[in-house]
């Protein structure tokens, strides 16, 4: 048997993908995805730093030179829906998502693994497919239209936050599909796990 190698400091692996090997075996497709979204998810992280300034400027504007501008305020709204929505795939990944654990800390694991599979395949993975094939055509219709903020002096292209509907639920149907690999590999030992 080969050994567990020890865990980096941050929380990852070796490979630098979240250390949650007591929970679920890793795949080679789910190690694939969950890179992807990690670097997705990295990157956007960074969106939170230009929120916390966007958020600086504007209360130094209206406050200190008593000038408030819609677009900034606006775009703090944007920072934050399109952190939020890369966030919720990021947090799937690193199995940090809502769910009742004091229920789920008394399962074994392959209950947890039969209830993770259930609800990913039932709920999540269904309800990601109907926001893309709803958020698809309301995102291009914008993108046509060149929409911008019906606010006077509020932000134009409006069409690229809503684009980021489509974006944040692809990844979170990757992170899904991910999971529900890492499940099947526990449970039929299909896809062939690698722990």
């Known amino acids: 048997m080969s050994e567990t190698p020890t865990p980096n400091f941050d ?9 949650d090997r ?3 075996p890793r795949t080679r497709l789910s190690n694939a995805i ?4 990690m670097a997705v998810g990295n990157v956007a992280s960074w969106i939170w730093v230009l929120l916390i300034l966007g958020i600086i400027l504007n209360v130094t504007l209206r406050y ?14 944007y920072f934050y ?7 919720l795939s990021y947090a799937i990944t690193w199995n940090r998502h809502v769910r009742v654990d004091a229920l789920a800390d008394r399962w074994s694991p392959r209950t ?7 609800g990913m395949l039932f709920l999540l993975l269904p309800f990601s497919v109907s926001i893309l094939i709803e958020a698809v055509p309301y995102a291009l219709t914008s993108l046509h239209l060149n929409e911008g903020s019906p606010s006077p002096g509020g932000m134009p292209y409006t069409w690229i936050l809503k684009s980021f509907i489509v974006w944040g639920f692809a990844l979170i149907f990757l992170a899904a599909f991910s999971r529900m690999l890492r499940c099947t590999a526990l449970l039929f030992e299909r896809p062939r796990p690698i722990w």
Not at 11 to 19: A, H, Q, R, S, Y
Not at 112 to 118: H, N, Q, S, T, V
């Open 11 to 19: 929380g990852t692996d070796p490979d630098g993908l979240p250390d």
């Open 22 to 24: 007591r929970s679920l």
């Open 34 to 37: 969950d890179r992807f979204i």
């Open 64 to 77: 200190v030179f008593g000038r408030a501008t819609v677009w900034l305020e606006e775009l703090q709204l």
């Open 81 to 87: 829906a399109i952190g939020f929505i890369i966030g």
């Open 112 to 118: 947890r693994a039969w209830i993770e599979l259930l």
